[in-house]
């Protein structure tokens, strides 16, 4: 049997360009580094790579989570991989790869082959394509919606081979009451002076529709007509293949005439000193998300989150801040709910829950686990 210090795990996606799931295996990554473990990952590159290997894990780029059969010409070379490099953990976070990675697993000798593990990151269309998410020797949830997901709409799944591991912020990162130090503040407000000073709402996310952004331009629009001034911080960037969508949002300003009233900041790295100078932050994708990030991340600093209440996202605003919890599409409740936050001064109390080092704690035991049981 192989010591603990001596496992290899090898995480595999599509690429490492940015994201929730980009970022969780960059920290898995490192976290296994830090306990002397081997850390590989595979995935098409990106902007994170670098982040990546200078923790210590390594990468292989290859365009495993491109969807085309022609994909399909890495099952063989990861089978020869898998071998070659002695994985002992196989963890699959995205449709495309897990077929791949399965498709070269299960012909391998299951007294040899890796474990074999996935994430359920998202509420995915329901089919025999998504079904391979739950395929996993270990099965694992980011939050009790998503396995509640998986349950419903996959009943053959074992819920005893389901863990619920939900996603984690390093409360170093981002610490209750943090504010930015004058430099950052000084550039801030010198690329947006007109946010000095002033009421700001952020809703962050790549601009795609499901993320909410018109129904945030129409609640900017109704405060300005009851006469509340306040500025709408759109934080992400333009999504590639949705460029129309980026000129609807524009042109909705436009006609809802609030245009010197909304900031399209793009996507920044900054995030946390963008939250940290927010009176709000909002989270109101309009289809249920398996958890919310954001809204861990910005009531870890204590900055109120107002969003939807469903998916991941109303699982913990019900847990750490149910002020903020509105019905989907409730253009007069949320409305209603941002006045009675703002005018109450309603704060976030401390909380324990959504660590970091509890995710990785978590993920580390599955991964040990099932590398030293007994294969039979």
Same mark, same amino acid.
């Given at each position: 049997?192989?010591?603990?210090?001596?496992?290899?795990?090898?995480?595999?996606?599509?690429?490492?360009?940015?994201?929730?799931?980009?970022?969780?295996?960059?920290?898995?990554?490192?976290?296994?580094?830090?306990?002397?473990?081997?850390?590989?990952?595979?995935?098409?590159?990106?902007?994170?790579?670098?982040?990546?290997?200078?923790?210590?894990?390594?990468?292989?780029?290859?365009?495993?989570?491109?969807?085309?059969?022609?994909?399909?010409?890495?099952?063989?070379?990861?089978?020869?991989?898998?071998?070659?490099?002695?994985?002992?953990?196989?963890?699959?976070?995205?449709?495309?790869?897990?077929?791949i990675a399965f498709l070269a697993w299960r012909k391998m000798d299951p007294a040899t082959r890796p474990r074999f593990v996935?994430?359920?990151?998202?509420?995915?269309? %329901?089919? *025999?394509?998504?079904?391979?998410?739950?395929? #996993?020797?270990? $099965?694992?949830?980011?939050?009790?919606?998503? @396995?509640? !997901?998986?349950?419903?709409?996959?009943?053959?799944?074992?819920?005893?081979?389901?863990?619920?591991?939900?996603?984690?912020?390093?409360?170093?990162?981002?610490?209750?009451?943090?504010?930015?130090?004058?430099?950052?503040?000084?550039?801030?407000?010198?690329?947006?002076?007109?946010?000095?000073?002033?009421?700001?709402?952020?809703?962050?996310?790549?601009?795609?529709?499901?993320?909410?952004?018109?129904?945030?331009?129409?609640?900017?629009? %109704?405060? *300005?007509?009851?006469?509340?001034?306040?500025? #709408?911080?759109? $934080?992400?960037?333009?999504?590639?293949?949705? @460029?129309? !969508?980026?000129?609807?949002?524009?042109?909705?300003?436009?006609?809802?005439?609030?245009?010197?009233?909304?900031?399209?900041a793009g996507h920044r790295s900054d995030i946390r000193e963008i939250y940290s100078v927010s009176d709000l932050v909002f989270?109101?994708?309009?289809?249920?998300?398996?958890?919310?990030?954001?809204?861990?991340?910005?009531?870890?600093?204590?900055?109120?989150?107002?969003?939807?209440?469903?998916?991941?996202?109303?699982?913990?605003?019900?847990?750490?801040?149910?002020?903020?919890?509105?019905?989907?599409?409730?253009?007069?409740?949320?409305?209603?709910?941002?006045?009675s936050v703002l005018s109450n001064k309603l704060a976030v109390e401390p909380f324990d829950g959504f660590t970091l080092q509890?995710?990785?704690?978590?993920?580390?035991?599955?991964?040990?686990?099932?590398?030293?049981?007994?294969?039979?």
């Amino acid at each position: 049997m192989k010591t603990k210090s001596h496992f290899t795990v090898l995480q595999i996606l599509p690429s490492l360009e940015g994201g929730g799931v980009e970022r969780g295996t960059l920290e898995v990554s490192a976290e296994l580094v830090k306990r002397g473990w081997r850390s590989i990952v595979i995935s098409g590159g990106g902007r994170l790579v670098k982040e990546l290997c200078s923790d210590g894990g390594e990468h292989v780029q290859w365009g495993i989570g491109e969807k085309s059969l022609v994909t399909f010409r890495y099952v063989k070379l990861l089978r020869e991989f898998l071998i070659r490099e002695k994985v002992d953990i196989l963890h699959v976070r995205s449709r495309v790869p897990a077929w791949i990675a399965f498709l070269a697993w299960r012909k391998m000798d299951p007294a040899t082959r890796p474990r074999f593990v996935t994430t359920v990151h998202g509420l995915y269309s %329901v089919s *025999k394509y998504s079904r391979i998410m739950t395929r #996993g020797e270990r $099965v694992i949830a980011v939050s009790e919606t998503a @396995k509640q !997901y998986i349950l419903e709409n996959y009943p053959d799944v074992p819920e005893a081979r389901i863990s619920v591991i939900h996603r984690g912020v390093d409360r170093d990162d981002f610490p209750l009451g943090y504010r930015p130090d004058g430099t950052w503040l000084e550039n801030w407000y010198g690329e947006y002076p007109q946010l000095r000073n002033k009421v700001v709402f952020t809703l962050a996310g790549r601009l795609t529709r499901l993320k909410g952004h018109l129904d945030f331009l129409d609640l900017v629009a %109704v405060l *300005k007509s009851r006469g509340v001034e306040v500025y #709408g911080l759109l $934080v992400g960037g333009e999504d590639p293949r949705r @460029k129309a !969508y980026a000129r609807e949002l524009r042109a909705k300003c436009e006609s809802l005439e609030i245009t010197d009233q909304v900031v399209f900041a793009g996507h920044r790295s900054d995030i946390r000193e963008i939250y940290s100078v927010s009176d709000l932050v909002f989270s109101l994708s309009t289809k249920p998300e398996s958890f919310g990030r954001t809204v861990v991340e910005a009531l870890s600093l204590g900055v109120p989150v107002i969003g939807y209440d469903h998916g991941g996202v109303g699982e913990i605003l019900e847990q750490l801040f149910p002020q903020g919890r509105v019905a989907l599409g409730d253009a007069r409740e949320l409305c209603e709910r941002v006045e009675s936050v703002l005018s109450n001064k309603l704060a976030v109390e401390p909380f324990d829950g959504f660590t970091l080092q509890a995710m990785l704690e978590h993920t580390l035991a599955v991964y040990e686990k099932l590398a030293v049981e007994n294969r039979s």
